[in-house]
């Protein structure tokens, strides 16, 4: 392996062990479903800053792919959309998916729209 894609590797690890933190933390501080919604929206919306950004390829790989990429959860997002039609009904289940996935892409153009404003 070379050192541009070991640098890349490195950075994405460090990145994802930021994030799964992070998203660990947001678990413990914020009870059920709130969670996972905050997690993917603002996750969303980080990935849209990092994006749009003037940033280094190492860093927006180790932000985007690492940080984003482990602080936002598509697994639980399936889980919990899976278990809201079980328990609460097939309607609750498709608002919710629909709810998170309209916020969280909004969240995504957001960040790029702050970010292109600011530069």
């Known amino acids: 392996m ?5 640098v890349g590797a ?3 690890g460090l990145g994802g062990a930021a994030g799964a933190t992070c998203r660990h933390l947001v678990g413990l ?4 479903r ?9 996750g969303s919306l980080a990935l849209g ?18 940080f984003c990429g482990a602080f936002t959860t598509f697994s639980s997002f399936a889980i919990e959309t899976v278990t809201a ?5 097939r309607d609750v289940a498709v608002g919710f998916a ?6 969280a892409i909004a969240a995504a153009l957001l960040g790029a729209a702050i970010v292109r404003a600011a530069t």
């Not at 501080?29 to 059920?32: C, H, I, K, N, T």
Request: aromatic content about 0%; hydrophobic content about 60%.
């Open 85 to 89: 039609a079980e328990s609460e009904g």
């Open 10 to 12: 490195l950075a994405v």
């Open 49 to 66: 800053v990092v994006l749009a950004a003037p940033l280094g390829s190492a860093i927006g790989t180790g932000l985007g792919v690492g």
């Open 2 to 6: 070379t050192a541009v894609p070991l």
């Open 98 to 103: 629909l709810g998170v996935l309209l916020a």
């Open 29 to 32: 501080a914020v009870p059920g």
């Open 34 to 42: 709130r969670s996972l919604v905050a997690v993917n929206v603002l």
